[in-house]
């Protein structure tokens, strides 16, 4: 008996295919061409979504489910993904995006340099077709006004220097001269490295050495490395190792400094801490504004692998980042580098323990590692002689704002503001008084000139609300108001919250409209801070409230004055 079959009706076709957006074969096949025989393996999925938003400009949305038929993901998973970071731009298929983007800064000391006067008048003066985006830091302070068209930096950014850059086609990163690889060998470089791989040095010396030295965490929550080193070589193999150059912090760039100086200094401590903690991986990751300092990385660490000064490196891996903010955080950062959302999770388990795929990981900041090598060659003590007002050690500040020469400055531990501001940055701008100061950047809190006498240090800001962090400085005028900073600051944060924690992402807005009024509601103000201090998941919901207690407490003459105390 021939078995009769019932023919499907067009209802019953079409609930049999797939559901969500169909696969378009001519956006497959582009992706495929894209992508070339780059691995299709999970973690990558930010890195190949810059590469189709490089070469389009833009990620249409049929070009974001070719990528997931590609890797073998649910379009879910990419668009997520694609939505969380600043940098991606997600289009309809077939709309247009301006095919140069100029971003300007407008975070603190970029609009104390007139970021926003600017914004106005590129947008009153340039062609439509050139898309003008207002950004968070582009951790390019000591250059304020700082802009970024297409991936060409522009320091002192202003209408003549960007139609200078347009009329030339800037829009390629520069790559300033620095110490290459050869230069490096050269002047010594990696015998460090060498001593410890041919058994000059043992590891329990070298561990030992760090925690002599009392090097901290140098990204901004100072955890003694040595003790760090020690931890994470005590856990189960494989360990694999994370390396933060994502510094988004407000007022920070000397991650960014060093390395365009002196990359193998960097890398040279990061083998020299890998081969401590017996590192099978090493993951490197770097905020996307630095595009020259990605495509100098991408060509040392080649010529480091093809001729290395050791038998046995670890396997190193440059990771982009994609505009993030809170990839800053440890664990946000190790998420992004597996290729998903930045966001932070609770603890325990530490990422020590349990951290990048699931492995123990040691985390460091870049400033960290740059300093090793430096040390296991002079010893402990001759980072320990260095420090004032009972500190010791050295620490690179950041230093921006009404200063006459903003730049890194490598000083002693404990130094105070103004004594860095008159034996470093060039004393204050002419016409211009210290009148209040950052100590650690946005999330640091404010502090007024007359606190400008305390170290800078570790330990020592936290009993004024405030703390050192990454030791990024921004330095206020007479001319300048806490109040404005505060505002400034708090919408950062709103902008840059991952959205994942309730007291964050409400707390931050709330705030930001609180401060926003004429008269501040001070009782509400100091609830939602307490809330968000004591419930927020990462230090970006529990640090923020922070500019904002710093102007009530130091401050209220600002309020006073203009009626903005309730």
């Known amino acids: 008996m021939i078995p009769i079959f019932p023919v499907a009706t067009d209802r019953e076709l079409k609930r049999r295919q797939s559901k969500g957006r169909q696969l378009d074969p001519v956006a497959l096949a582009e992706v495929r061409a894209m992508l070339g025989d780059a691995s299709r393996q999970k973690d990558l999925l930010i890195q190949h979504l810059h590469t189709i938003n490089d070469q389009l400009g833009k990620l249409p949305l049929a070009h974001l489910a070719a990528l997931a038929h590609e890797m073998r993901l649910a379009q879910t998973e990419v668009f997520e993904v694609a939505s969380f970071y600043h940098h991606f731009d997600i289009c309809q298929d077939g709309a247009s995006i301006a095919a140069l983007t100029l971003r300007v800064c407008d ?331 950052l100590p650690g950047g946005a999330s640091g809190g404010i502090l007024p000139a007359s606190l400008g006498h305390l170290p800078l240090d570790f330990d020592t800001l936290q009993a004024h609300g405030c703390f050192i962090g990454s030791a990024a400085v921004i330095v206020l005028s007479q001319h300048d108001s806490a109040i404005t900073a505060a505002r400034n600051m708090m919408a950062f944060f709103k902008y840059e919250s991952c959205g994942q924690c309730t007291p964050c992402r409400v707390g931050t807005a709330k705030a930001l409209e609180l401060i926003s009024q004429q008269a501040w509601d001070i009782p509400l103000l100091n609830d939602l801070s307490a809330a968000m201090r004591d419930a927020s998941i990462c230090g970006l919901g529990q640090a923020a409230p922070n500019p904002v207690d710093c102007v009530i407490r130091y401050f209220p003459h600002e309020l006073q004055s203009t009626g903005e105390s309730a």
Request: hydrophobic residues 40%.
């Open 107 to 437: 975070s603190l000391s970029c609009e104390m340099a007139g970021s926003l006067q600017l914004i106005e008048r590129l947008q009153a003066s340039l062609d439509k077709d050139i898309r003008i985006q207002r950004v968070p830091c582009i951790g390019r302070c000591e250059q304020a006004p700082a802009a970024m068209l297409g991936q060409h930096a522009l320091p002192q950014a202003d209408i003549n220097n960007v139609q200078l850059a347009l009329a030339q086609q800037q829009t390629s990163a520069s790559i300033p001269p620095y110490l290459d690889y050869a230069g490096y060998l050269a002047q010594g470089g990696y015998l460090q490295l060498q001593d410890c791989h041919q058994g000059k040095i043992e590891k329990e010396t070298l561990v030992s050495l760090m925690e002599d030295s009392g090097l901290r965490g140098l990204g901004g929550a100072g955890f003694p490395a040595g003790r760090k080193w020690r931890i994470v070589a005590a856990q189960a193999a494989p360990r694999l190792m994370a390396v933060n150059i994502d510094e988004g912090e407000p007022g920070t760039f000397k991650d960014r400094t060093y390395l365009e100086r002196d990359p193998h200094r960097f890398l040279e401590g990061m083998l020299i801490a890998a081969w401590a903690v017996d590192i099978a991986d090493v993951y490197i990751y770097l905020r996307d504004e630095y595009h020259g300092c990605r495509i100098m990385l991408e060509a040392e660490l080649a010529k480091l692998q093809q001729a290395p000064p050791v038998a046995n490196l670890p396997r190193l891996h440059l990771r982009r980042g994609a505009g993030a903010y809170i990839c800053g955080e440890e664990s946000a950062m190790i998420a992004s580098i597996e290729g998903k959302r930045g966001l932070p999770r609770l603890r325990p388990p530490y990422v020590a323990q349990v951290g990048l795929f699931n492995h123990p990981t040691l985390v460091h900041n870049f400033e960290t590692l740059y300093w090793v090598s430096d040390l296991v060659k002079k010893g402990s003590a001759w980072f320990k002689q260095e420090g004032r007002n009972g500190r010791s050690g050295l620490r690179s500040f950041s230093v921006s704002g009404r200063v006459s020469k903003p730049g890194v400055y490598l000083a002693p531990a404990g130094i105070s503001v103004t004594e860095l501001i008159e034996e470093y940055a060039g004393g204050m701008q002419g016409g211009h008084q210290l009148y209040a100061y």
